[in-house]
């Protein structure tokens, strides 16, 4: 099973940066939008920024301005730069793809995730 494969979680104190990455094999060639989700205990995994093949990037509310999220097409990889932190980050962070590997339709690929911690 293709798997993206992440780094960059960690413990860190409220206030503080962590960059988040992920990286998506060659095998998969054509990457439309990615992503990253995350999902708190008790709670639905929710979208937390986006950012289509033409570099437009959406984030939900409780993010923006804190977090930045970009990628490098070349690499096939995106980033998550995550400053201002609260505690209330704290969740399993899922960086998400939306592409194809050769001789096949497109489809969601997703990272094993990566925990972050934010203690007040």
Same mark, same amino acid.
């Given at each position: 099973?293709v798997?993206?494969?992440e780094?960059?979680?960690?413990l860190?104190?409220a206030?503080?940066?962590?960059?988040? +990455?992920? $990286?998506?094999?060659?095998? /998969?060639?054509?990457? !439309? =939008?990615?992503?990253?989700?995350?999902q708190?205990?008790?709670?639905?995994?929710e979208?937390v920024?986006?950012?289509?093949s033409?570099g437009?990037?959406?984030?939900?509310d +409780?993010v $923006?301005?804190?977090?930045? /999220?970009?990628?490098d !097409? =070349?690499?096939?990889?995106?980033?998550?730069?995550m400053n201002?932190?609260?505690?209330?980050?704290?969740?399993?962070y899922y960086c998400?793809?939306?592409?194809r590997r050769?001789l096949?339709g497109?489809?969601?690929y997703?990272?094993?995730?990566?925990?972050?911690?934010v203690?007040?």
């Amino acid at each position: 099973q293709v798997q993206l494969v992440e780094s960059g979680g960690g413990l860190v104190e409220a206030g503080g940066s962590l960059r988040l +990455s992920c $990286k998506a094999p060659g095998s /998969i060639v054509s990457i !439309n =939008a990615m992503g990253w989700y995350r999902q708190a205990p008790g709670k639905q995994r929710e979208l937390v920024a986006r950012i289509t093949s033409s570099g437009s990037t959406n984030y939900t509310d +409780s993010v $923006k301005g804190r977090f930045t /999220i970009s990628r490098d !097409n =070349a690499r096939n990889t995106v980033y998550l730069q995550m400053n201002s932190l609260k505690p209330e980050d704290t969740a399993i962070y899922y960086c998400n793809m939306f592409g194809r590997r050769l001789l096949q339709g497109p489809r969601d690929y997703w990272g094993q995730g990566t925990q972050v911690n934010v203690s007040s």
